[in-house]
Nanobody, 115 residues
Framework: QVQLVESGGGLVQPGGSLRLACAAS????????MGWYRQAPGKQRELVAT???????NYADSVKGRFAISRDNARNTVYLQMNSLKPEDTALYYC?????????WGQGTQVTVSS
């Protein structure tokens, strides 16, 4: 059973920074893609950033230049460095991992950007 443990959310003022982490365990297969999604109240879940394979990255237009995704394959961990945070970045952030032909989600970590 694949388990994802997220950490790093919290309350930050506009213009501040946060770093999210998601550690995956229990997979019998190589972990393929790792990424982050978010869901704000009343809105659909949306892609924030993903690393499909190797060092390639994909970002939502709204976070390009402010967020950076990275992964530590030895630790099966994916990170999301979030800089210049805006109130509209407030959401529940979910880690997503694809392995063994299946997709898994973390429990979500809340990010609130407010003064």
């Amino acid at each position: 059973q694949v388990q994802l443990v997220e950490s790093g959310g919290g309350l930050v003022q506009p213009g501040g920074s946060l770093r999210l982490a998601c550690a995956a365990s229990g997979s019998r297969f190589r972990i393929a893609s790792m990424g982050w999604y978010r869901q704000a109240p009343g809105k659909q879940r949306e892609l924030v950033a993903t690393m499909p394979t190797g060092d390639s990255t994909n970002y939502a237009d709204s976070v390009k230049g402010r967020f950076a995704i990275s992964r530590d394959n030895a630790r099966n961990t994916v990170y999301l460095q979030m800089n210049s945070l805006k109130p509209e970045d407030t959401a529940l952030y979910y880690c997503n991992v694809r392995t063994g032909g299946a997709a898994y989600w973390g429990q979500g970590t809340q990010v609130t950007v407010s003064s």
